[in-house]
């Protein structure tokens, strides 16, 4: 067998998704294969069950998500008896136009552009899982931890827009709320991370071993 095939399930064996460990595959028990890691109790699976599914149902939910957190306004600011309010856009647009650059492109590349490479991406990954691609395995596998690693500081976002807004726009005599777009965009966020995390990288690999 050539070392680029020896992988872990055509050895029977799994690893612990919580801490690793390198496990014997679990024996076929009727159609029940369930087994746990000895050392920290988590179920082994060989791939995530119904990985490609679930991702596909949360990216799906996501993007639904994303036209209310784009088209509603996501602060509403009262000033002196002016009551304004703001989409993400039209606040990017308000910063260009008072010439707060950085701030407008802060705001537009945390709020509108991360959020939908991420979705983007992982349509991408989703399709080409699906169509058995071979091509460019190592470069979709960075893209996937690219995705994974921008998903840990998504929170951000949400922050981002709430404070800078709050912070600059009008100063300290206006009062700023969150607008009716808030939960949609904190659901992108939310939703984004968990289907980031149910796609399983190791699909991507997969074909390689049907190739023998
Ligand atoms: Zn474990």
Redesign the pocket.
């Known amino acids: 067998m050539k070392a680029a095939s020896m992988t872990a399930r055509r050895q029977n064996l799994v690893s ?6 390198l ?1 014997d595959a679990p024996v076929p028990v009727g159609k029940q294969q369930v087994a746990c ?6 179920t ?1 699976h060989s791939r995530k069950p119904n990985s490609l599914m679930r991702t596909w149902a949360l990216v799906f939910a996501a993007v639904i998500l994303y036209l209310p957190a784009n088209l509603l306004p996501i602060t509403i600011t009262r000033a002196i008896g002016i009551t304004q309010s703001d989409t993400i856009i039209s606040g990017v647009i308000y910063f260009l136009h008072s010439g707060m650059v950085p701030i407008a492109l802060v705001i537009f590349i945390a709020s509108v552009f991360v959020p939908l490479m991420k979705l983007l991406i992982l349509i991408y990954l989703l399709i080409s899982v699906q169509r058995r691609s071979r091509r460019r395995l190592v470069d979709r596998t960075r893209l996937y931890r690219l995705t994974e690693l921008v998903g840990r500081w998504s929170m951000v976002d949400v922050y981002v827009v709430t404070i800078l807004v709050a912070l600059v726009k009008l100063g300290a005599v206006a009062r700023v709320d969150a607008g009716p777009a808030t939960p949609y965009f904190a659901g992108v966020v939310i939703i984004t991370m968990f289907a980031a995390e149910s796609f399983d990288p190791r699909l991507i690999w997969d074909v390689m071993e049907d190739d023998e």
């Open positions: 612990c998704h919580n801490c690793h460990l496990c890691c000895p050392r920290c109790g988590t082994l």
